[in-house]
C-alpha cells in the first residue's frame, strides 16, 4: 500500500508511562535524544491500533513517497486521507513531554498506562492491554 521508505535505524526498546491528566506523555530520554522541539503523532501507517511518534524529517519523507499510482485505488486514497487527517505536529516540552491529541488518544485506547516502543523508525504509542493481545497474534 505504502511506498518504500528508508528510515535510519534509531528506535529500539520498550518502556513503560503514563500519561498525565493533560494528555501528556514523557517520551524516554534514550528516544527523546532524537528530537529537537517537534514531533509528529498519527495513527499506526500501518493500520496497527497504536500510534507512531515521528521525527520531522521522516514524517514529511514518508508522507512524500505516497505516489500518483496510490491515489487512484480507492481504499488506499481513504485511507492516506484519513491518515493525513487525523496526523498531528506536536511540540515537546522542555520536559520532553508531547501532549496527544484526544481524538488519537482514543484511536489507539490510551487512557493512563501507555507502553513505549522503539520501531526502529518511529517511536509507537500502545496501550498495554491491547499490546499484548496484539503480540499474540489475537490469542
Not at 485511507?79 to 493525513?84: G, H, I, L, P, Y
Request: glycine share 6%; aromatic share 16%; proline share 4%.
Amino acid at each position: 500500500m505504502w511506498s518504500r521508505q528508508e528510515f535510519e535505524a534509531r528506535f529500539f526498546g520498550a518502556f513503560e508511562h503514563s500519561l498525565d491528566v493533560k494528555g501528556r506523555i514523557t517520551l524516554p530520554a534514550k528516544f527523546r535524544a532524537y528530537f529537537e522541539d517537534r514531533c509528529f503523532v498519527a495513527q499506526s501507517q500501518f493500520g496497527d491500533p497504536c500510534l507512531a511518534v515521528w521525527l520531522p524529517e521522516d514524517f514529511f519523507g514518508f508522507a512524500s513517497n505516497i505516489n500518483n499510482d496510490q491515489w487512484a485505488d480507492d481504499e488506499t486514497r481513504r485511507f492516506v486521507r484519513s491518515w493525513a487527517r487525523e496526523a498531528f505536529e506536536c511540540e515537546i516540552d522542555k520536559l520532553g513531554r508531547v501532549a496527544i491529541p484526544a481524538n488519537l488518544r482514543r484511536y489507539a485506547s490510551l487512557n493512563k498506562e501507555v507502553s513505549v516502543h522503539g520501531a526502529v523508525g518511529t517511536v509507537e504509542l500502545w496501550d498495554p492491554e491491547v499490546w499484548s493481545h496484539y503480540k499474540t497474534g489475537g490469542r
